[in-house]
Protein backbone atom coordinates (compact mmCIF):
# COMPACT_ATOMS: atom_id res chain seq x y z
CA UNK A 1 0.00 0.00 0.00
CA UNK A 2 1.36 3.33 -0.62
CA UNK A 3 1.39 6.58 1.43
CA UNK A 4 -2.24 8.04 1.46
CA UNK A 5 -2.78 12.05 1.72
CA UNK A 6 -5.45 12.81 4.39
CA UNK A 7 -5.31 16.49 3.65
CA UNK A 8 -3.83 18.20 1.06
CA UNK A 9 0.18 17.96 2.13
CA UNK A 10 -0.69 15.58 5.38
CA UNK A 11 -0.06 11.86 4.47
CA UNK A 12 -0.06 8.42 6.76
CA UNK A 13 3.07 6.99 6.03
CA UNK A 14 2.60 4.17 8.77
CA UNK A 15 2.95 0.63 8.62
CA UNK A 16 0.60 -2.28 8.39
CA UNK A 17 1.25 -5.15 10.93
CA UNK A 18 -1.07 -7.98 9.24
CA UNK A 19 0.52 -11.21 11.25
CA UNK A 20 0.41 -9.24 14.47
CA UNK A 21 -1.68 -11.44 16.88
CA UNK A 22 -0.77 -11.15 20.83
CA UNK A 23 -0.01 -7.29 21.75
CA UNK A 24 1.39 -8.14 25.18
CA UNK A 25 -1.11 -10.66 26.71
CA UNK A 26 -3.84 -8.93 24.49
CA UNK A 27 -5.69 -11.45 21.48
CA UNK A 28 -5.32 -9.16 17.93
CA UNK A 29 -6.99 -11.28 15.77
CA UNK A 30 -7.09 -8.74 13.21
CA UNK A 31 -3.76 -7.56 13.42
CA UNK A 32 -2.99 -3.64 13.68
CA UNK A 33 -1.16 -0.58 12.44
CA UNK A 34 1.20 2.19 13.58
CA UNK A 35 0.63 4.82 11.92
CA UNK A 36 2.65 7.69 11.66
CA UNK A 37 2.10 10.81 9.75
CA UNK A 38 3.82 13.30 7.34
CA UNK A 39 3.33 16.82 7.16
CA UNK A 40 5.47 18.67 3.92
CA UNK A 41 5.42 22.96 5.22
CA UNK A 42 8.32 24.91 5.67
CA UNK A 43 9.23 22.65 8.02
CA UNK A 44 8.92 18.96 6.97
CA UNK A 45 7.26 17.33 10.49
CA UNK A 46 6.92 13.79 11.18
CA UNK A 47 4.53 12.94 13.77
CA UNK A 48 5.16 9.28 15.45
CA UNK A 49 6.64 6.20 14.85
CA UNK A 50 6.36 2.72 14.11
CA UNK A 51 7.54 -0.73 15.09
CA UNK A 52 11.22 -1.38 14.26
CA UNK A 53 10.41 -4.25 12.17
CA UNK A 54 8.33 -1.88 9.84
CA UNK A 55 10.75 0.89 9.85
CA UNK A 56 11.73 -0.24 5.93
CA UNK A 57 7.81 0.06 5.18
CA UNK A 58 7.54 3.53 6.56
CA UNK A 59 10.90 4.64 4.53
CA UNK A 60 9.38 3.77 1.41
CA UNK A 61 6.12 5.19 1.96
CA UNK A 62 7.73 8.55 3.73
CA UNK A 63 10.19 8.49 0.04
CA UNK A 64 7.08 8.06 -1.96
CA UNK A 65 6.49 11.96 -1.45
CA UNK A 66 9.74 13.39 -0.15
CA UNK A 67 13.53 12.30 0.27
CA UNK A 68 13.62 10.16 3.76
CA UNK A 69 16.13 12.95 4.78
CA UNK A 70 14.86 15.76 4.84
CA UNK A 71 12.51 15.70 7.83
CA UNK A 72 13.19 18.60 10.38
CA UNK A 73 11.05 17.72 13.32
CA UNK A 74 9.60 14.46 14.62
CA UNK A 75 6.98 14.77 17.07
CA UNK A 76 6.70 11.61 19.09
CA UNK A 77 3.32 12.03 21.12
CA UNK A 78 4.47 8.45 23.12
CA UNK A 79 7.62 6.94 23.90
CA UNK A 80 6.22 3.26 23.83
CA UNK A 81 8.25 1.20 20.98
CA UNK A 82 5.35 0.53 18.97
CA UNK A 83 5.37 4.34 18.06
CA UNK A 84 9.32 4.92 18.18
CA UNK A 85 11.18 1.78 17.13
CA UNK A 86 11.78 3.20 13.73
CA UNK A 87 12.99 6.59 15.23
CA UNK A 88 16.63 5.48 15.37
CA UNK A 89 16.04 4.38 11.30
CA UNK A 90 14.56 8.37 11.18
CA UNK A 91 17.13 10.24 13.26
CA UNK A 92 20.04 7.71 11.12
CA UNK A 93 19.18 10.00 8.04
CA UNK A 94 18.29 13.06 10.06
CA UNK A 95 20.61 13.61 12.54
CA UNK A 96 19.98 17.17 13.15
CA UNK A 97 15.89 16.69 13.22
CA UNK A 98 14.38 18.10 16.85
CA UNK A 99 12.43 15.66 18.22
CA UNK A 100 9.26 17.53 20.31
CA UNK A 101 8.27 15.42 23.43
CA UNK A 102 6.25 16.34 26.69
CA UNK A 103 8.83 15.83 29.67
CA UNK A 104 8.55 12.22 30.67
CA UNK A 105 8.74 11.40 26.90
CA UNK A 106 12.34 13.35 26.48
CA UNK A 107 13.26 11.71 30.00
CA UNK A 108 12.12 8.34 28.43
CA UNK A 109 13.48 8.37 24.83
CA UNK A 110 17.35 8.26 25.79
CA UNK A 111 16.80 5.36 28.22
CA UNK A 112 15.39 3.67 25.23
CA UNK A 113 17.45 3.88 22.68
CA UNK A 114 20.80 5.49 24.21
CA UNK A 115 20.90 8.75 22.16
CA UNK A 116 21.57 12.09 22.49
CA UNK A 117 18.98 13.31 19.68
CA UNK A 118 18.12 17.17 19.70
CA UNK A 119 15.80 16.65 21.90
CA UNK A 120 12.99 19.61 22.56
CA UNK A 121 10.45 19.39 25.64
CA UNK A 122 6.90 20.48 24.76
CA UNK A 123 4.33 21.18 27.59
CA UNK A 124 0.21 21.30 27.50
CA UNK A 125 -0.57 24.91 25.92
CA UNK A 126 3.28 24.84 23.50
CA UNK A 127 2.92 26.16 19.74
CA UNK A 128 5.24 24.63 17.31
CA UNK A 129 5.28 26.92 14.13
CA UNK A 130 5.96 24.59 10.66
CA UNK A 131 5.34 27.55 8.19
CA UNK A 132 1.20 27.75 6.86
CA UNK A 133 -0.02 25.27 9.68
CA UNK A 134 0.97 25.73 13.36
CA UNK A 135 0.80 22.34 15.70
CA UNK A 136 -0.40 22.54 19.16
CA UNK A 137 0.66 19.67 22.42
CA UNK A 138 -2.05 18.61 25.30
CA UNK A 139 -0.69 16.37 27.64
CA UNK A 140 -2.53 13.05 28.22
CA UNK A 141 -0.39 11.55 30.71
CA UNK A 142 -1.59 7.87 31.84
CA UNK A 143 -3.32 7.42 28.10
CA UNK A 144 -1.27 5.18 28.00
CA UNK A 145 1.79 6.14 29.56
CA UNK A 146 2.95 9.24 31.99
CA UNK A 147 4.90 10.50 28.62
CA UNK A 148 1.91 10.55 26.51
CA UNK A 149 0.14 13.77 24.54
CA UNK A 150 -2.07 14.68 22.04
CA UNK A 151 -1.10 16.99 19.24
CA UNK A 152 -3.77 19.20 17.41
CA UNK A 153 -3.66 21.08 13.90
CA UNK A 154 -5.99 24.26 14.22
CA UNK A 155 -5.64 24.72 9.88
CA UNK A 156 -6.78 21.17 9.22
CA UNK A 157 -8.65 20.38 12.33
CA UNK A 158 -6.65 17.29 13.11
CA UNK A 159 -6.07 15.40 16.00
CA UNK A 160 -3.46 13.40 16.17
CA UNK A 161 -4.29 11.26 19.12
CA UNK A 162 -1.63 8.33 19.41
CA UNK A 163 -3.37 5.67 21.60
CA UNK A 164 -6.56 7.55 22.38
CA UNK A 165 -8.94 6.28 20.15
CA UNK A 166 -7.44 3.59 18.62
CA UNK A 167 -7.99 -0.13 17.52
CA UNK A 168 -6.05 -2.92 16.25
CA UNK A 169 -7.14 -3.41 12.93
CA UNK A 170 -4.98 -4.44 9.83
CA UNK A 171 -6.71 -3.48 6.92
CA UNK A 172 -6.29 -2.06 3.55
CA UNK A 173 -9.04 0.36 4.10
CA UNK A 174 -7.24 3.39 6.21
CA UNK A 175 -10.25 5.35 6.89
CA UNK A 176 -13.52 4.98 9.26
CA UNK A 177 -15.54 5.56 6.36
CA UNK A 178 -14.42 3.01 4.22
CA UNK A 179 -14.74 0.12 7.03
CA UNK A 180 -17.64 -1.89 8.58
CA UNK A 181 -18.34 0.38 11.60
CA UNK A 182 -19.15 -2.23 14.03
CA UNK A 183 -16.10 -3.88 13.58
CA UNK A 184 -14.43 -0.72 14.04
CA UNK A 185 -16.04 0.05 17.10
CA UNK A 186 -15.53 -3.39 17.99
CA UNK A 187 -11.96 -3.33 17.90
CA UNK A 188 -12.08 0.04 19.42
CA UNK A 189 -14.17 -0.90 22.50
CA UNK A 190 -11.95 -4.00 22.89
CA UNK A 191 -8.55 -1.82 22.98
CA UNK A 192 -10.59 0.86 25.59
CA UNK A 193 -10.64 -2.46 27.42
CA UNK A 194 -7.95 -3.62 27.08
CA UNK A 195 -5.47 -1.20 27.35
CA UNK A 196 -7.04 2.04 28.28
CA UNK A 197 -9.18 1.03 31.33
CA UNK A 198 -7.34 1.49 34.10
CA UNK A 199 -6.82 5.14 33.19
CA UNK A 200 -10.69 5.87 32.80
CA UNK A 201 -10.05 9.29 35.12
CA UNK A 202 -7.30 10.57 33.43
CA UNK A 203 -9.19 10.10 30.62
CA UNK A 204 -11.86 11.75 31.18
CA UNK A 205 -8.88 14.47 31.88
CA UNK A 206 -8.26 14.24 28.33
CA UNK A 207 -11.46 14.37 27.12
CA UNK A 208 -11.88 17.86 28.86
CA UNK A 209 -8.96 18.64 27.50
CA UNK A 210 -9.60 18.60 24.04
CA UNK A 211 -13.42 19.41 24.09
CA UNK A 212 -13.07 22.96 23.44
CA UNK A 213 -11.19 21.80 19.72
CA UNK A 214 -12.71 21.62 16.57
CA UNK A 215 -11.73 18.50 15.38
CA UNK A 216 -12.76 17.38 11.98
CA UNK A 217 -10.08 14.25 11.78
CA UNK A 218 -9.24 11.78 14.22
CA UNK A 219 -5.83 10.28 13.55
CA UNK A 220 -4.65 7.90 15.65
CA UNK A 221 -1.48 5.75 16.35
CA UNK A 222 -3.49 2.47 15.27
CA UNK A 223 -6.09 1.44 13.18
CA UNK A 224 -8.60 3.52 11.09
CA UNK A 225 -8.69 7.06 10.43
CA UNK A 226 -11.70 8.95 12.03
CA UNK A 227 -13.67 11.43 9.98
CA UNK A 228 -17.37 10.45 10.10
CA UNK A 229 -17.69 8.74 13.51
CA UNK A 230 -15.91 11.02 15.63
CA UNK A 231 -19.34 12.16 17.75
CA UNK A 232 -19.44 7.88 18.02
CA UNK A 233 -15.80 7.37 19.26
CA UNK A 234 -16.15 10.70 21.62
CA UNK A 235 -19.49 9.71 22.63
CA UNK A 236 -18.26 5.69 23.81
CA UNK A 237 -14.92 6.87 24.84
CA UNK A 238 -17.24 9.38 27.76
CA UNK A 239 -19.44 6.22 28.78
CA UNK A 240 -16.57 4.02 29.15
CA UNK A 241 -14.34 6.28 30.85
CA UNK A 242 -17.05 6.92 33.46
CA UNK A 243 -17.16 3.03 33.27
CA UNK A 244 -21.50 3.15 32.38
CA UNK A 245 -22.33 -0.06 32.13
CA UNK A 246 -25.75 -1.51 30.29
CA UNK A 247 -27.90 -4.34 31.82
CA UNK A 248 -25.84 -7.22 31.03
CA UNK A 249 -24.79 -9.80 33.05
CA UNK A 250 -21.39 -12.07 32.15
CA UNK A 251 -20.81 -15.89 33.42
CA UNK A 252 -17.42 -16.61 33.46
CA UNK A 253 -15.94 -19.93 34.41
CA UNK A 254 -13.91 -22.77 34.23
CA UNK A 255 -15.21 -26.67 35.38
CA UNK A 256 -14.01 -29.74 35.55
CA UNK A 257 -16.03 -32.52 35.86
CA UNK A 258 -19.29 -30.18 34.89
CA UNK A 259 -20.92 -29.16 38.00
CA UNK A 260 -19.44 -25.54 37.87
CA UNK A 261 -21.01 -25.49 34.76
CA UNK A 262 -24.09 -26.55 35.64
CA UNK A 263 -24.02 -23.43 38.25
CA UNK A 264 -23.31 -21.09 35.56
CA UNK A 265 -26.08 -21.87 33.26
CA UNK A 266 -28.84 -21.65 36.35
CA UNK A 267 -27.33 -18.50 36.82
CA UNK A 268 -27.23 -17.45 33.53
CA UNK A 269 -31.15 -18.57 33.73
CA UNK A 270 -31.59 -15.96 36.63
CA UNK A 271 -30.51 -13.01 35.14
CA UNK A 272 -32.18 -14.28 31.95
CA UNK A 273 -35.44 -14.16 33.80
CA UNK A 274 -34.90 -10.66 35.27
CA UNK A 275 -34.57 -9.28 31.54
CA UNK A 276 -30.87 -9.05 31.65
CA UNK A 277 -28.81 -9.30 28.24
CA UNK A 278 -26.57 -11.84 29.35
CA UNK A 279 -22.84 -14.59 28.21
CA UNK A 280 -22.06 -17.31 29.47
CA UNK A 281 -18.32 -17.18 28.75
CA UNK A 282 -16.08 -20.59 28.87
CA UNK A 283 -13.01 -19.67 29.60
CA UNK A 284 -11.26 -22.98 27.92
CA UNK A 285 -12.95 -21.16 24.64
CA UNK A 286 -12.83 -17.61 25.21
CA UNK A 287 -9.93 -15.36 25.66
CA UNK A 288 -9.34 -13.38 28.13
CA UNK A 289 -8.82 -10.50 26.12
CA UNK A 290 -12.16 -10.90 24.61
CA UNK A 291 -14.09 -11.07 27.63
CA UNK A 292 -12.83 -7.69 28.79
CA UNK A 293 -14.40 -6.51 26.00
CA UNK A 294 -18.19 -7.78 27.31
CA UNK A 295 -16.82 -6.75 30.80
CA UNK A 296 -16.55 -3.05 29.35
CA UNK A 297 -20.42 -2.79 29.67
CA UNK A 298 -21.54 -5.70 32.08
CA UNK A 299 -23.04 -4.55 35.03
CA UNK A 300 -22.74 -8.17 36.67
CA UNK A 301 -19.40 -10.19 36.38
CA UNK A 302 -19.67 -13.81 38.18
CA UNK A 303 -16.97 -15.64 38.06
CA UNK A 304 -16.92 -19.46 39.17
CA UNK A 305 -14.33 -22.15 39.33
CA UNK A 306 -14.17 -25.94 40.87
CA UNK A 307 -11.68 -26.48 43.83
CA UNK A 308 -8.66 -27.76 42.66
CA UNK A 309 -5.59 -28.73 44.86
CA UNK A 310 -7.22 -25.81 47.80
CA UNK A 311 -7.28 -23.64 45.17
CA UNK A 312 -8.54 -22.01 42.09
CA UNK A 313 -8.46 -23.50 38.13
CA UNK A 314 -5.75 -21.64 36.59
CA UNK A 315 -7.43 -20.33 33.95
CA UNK A 316 -9.71 -18.46 36.51
CA UNK A 317 -6.48 -17.13 38.19
CA UNK A 318 -5.18 -15.95 34.99
CA UNK A 319 -9.05 -14.07 34.09
CA UNK A 320 -8.74 -12.59 37.57
CA UNK A 321 -5.48 -11.29 37.49
CA UNK A 322 -5.51 -9.52 34.59
CA UNK A 323 -9.39 -8.03 35.25
CA UNK A 324 -8.05 -6.42 38.41
CA UNK A 325 -4.78 -5.19 37.03
CA UNK A 326 -7.24 -3.29 34.14
CA UNK A 327 -9.50 -2.22 37.39
CA UNK A 328 -13.52 -1.72 36.24
CA UNK A 329 -15.61 0.06 38.59
CA UNK A 330 -19.01 0.02 39.71
CA UNK A 331 -19.70 -3.53 38.84
CA UNK A 332 -21.67 -5.98 41.37
CA UNK A 333 -19.68 -9.45 41.83
CA UNK A 334 -20.84 -13.07 42.25
CA UNK A 335 -18.20 -16.07 43.33
CA UNK A 336 -19.51 -19.50 42.20
CA UNK A 337 -18.24 -23.11 41.93
CA UNK A 338 -18.30 -26.74 42.69
CA UNK A 339 -16.00 -28.84 45.16
CA UNK A 340 -16.01 -32.05 46.42
CA UNK A 341 -14.02 -31.40 49.92
CA UNK A 342 -11.80 -28.58 51.28
CA UNK A 343 -13.87 -26.08 48.66
CA UNK A 344 -11.46 -23.15 48.98
CA UNK A 345 -11.93 -21.60 45.50
CA UNK A 346 -15.29 -19.36 46.13
CA UNK A 347 -13.55 -17.47 49.10
CA UNK A 348 -10.55 -17.16 46.65
CA UNK A 349 -12.46 -15.67 43.85
CA UNK A 350 -14.64 -13.64 46.51
CA UNK A 351 -11.74 -11.85 47.58
CA UNK A 352 -10.07 -11.09 44.46
CA UNK A 353 -13.50 -9.17 43.50
CA UNK A 354 -13.65 -7.47 46.76
CA UNK A 355 -10.08 -6.03 46.14
CA UNK A 356 -11.40 -4.71 42.65
CA UNK A 357 -13.94 -2.86 44.44
CA UNK A 358 -17.05 -4.65 43.36
CA UNK A 359 -20.06 -4.75 45.35
CA UNK A 360 -20.82 -8.78 46.08
CA UNK A 361 -23.94 -10.59 45.81
CA UNK A 362 -24.49 -13.71 47.96
CA UNK A 363 -21.32 -16.32 47.10
CA UNK A 364 -22.72 -19.89 45.50
CA UNK A 365 -20.77 -22.98 46.37
CA UNK A 366 -21.85 -26.74 45.76
CA UNK A 367 -20.71 -29.93 46.69
CA UNK A 368 -20.24 -32.50 44.20
CA UNK A 369 -23.43 -32.38 41.53
CA UNK A 370 -25.77 -30.23 42.18
CA UNK A 371 -29.49 -31.51 41.58
CA UNK A 372 -32.47 -29.64 40.00
CA UNK A 373 -33.77 -28.38 43.24
CA UNK A 374 -30.78 -26.56 44.47
CA UNK A 375 -30.43 -25.10 40.89
CA UNK A 376 -33.81 -24.07 41.28
CA UNK A 377 -33.35 -22.55 44.85
CA UNK A 378 -30.06 -21.01 43.77
CA UNK A 379 -32.15 -19.36 40.78
CA UNK A 380 -34.47 -17.90 42.75
CA UNK A 381 -32.01 -16.52 45.45
CA UNK A 382 -30.09 -15.28 42.79
CA UNK A 383 -33.24 -13.73 41.27
CA UNK A 384 -33.98 -11.63 44.49
CA UNK A 385 -30.66 -10.27 44.58
CA UNK A 386 -30.54 -8.34 40.85
CA UNK A 387 -31.47 -4.78 41.17
FE1 LIG B 1 0.33 1.96 21.12
FE2 LIG B 1 1.08 2.81 24.41
O1 LIG B 1 1.42 2.25 22.63
Not at 15 to 43: A, M, P, V
Not at 53 to 62: N, P, S, V
Not at 193 to 220: F, M, R
Request: glycine fraction near 6%; include cysteine.
Amino acid sequence: MKAIEIKKGVYWVGGIDWDLRNFHGYLTQRGSTYNSYLIIDEKITLIDNVKHYLAEEQLKRISEIIDPGKIDFVIQNHIEMDHSGSLPKIMELNPDAKIFASPKGVEGLPKHYKQKWNFQVVKSGDMLDLGKRKLHFVQTPMVHWPDNMVTYCPEEKILFSNDAFGQHIASSERFDDEFPFNIMMQEAAKYYANIVLPYSSQVQKALEAVSGLDIKTICPSHGLILRNHISEILKNYQKWSANQTDKKALIIYDTMWGSTRKIAYAIQEAFESRGYENRLLNLQSTHISDIMTEILSAKYICIGSPTLNNNILPTVASMLTYLKGLAPRNRFGLAFGSYGWGGQSVDIIEQILEECGFELLDQIRLQYIPDEEVLDELRKNLENQIQ
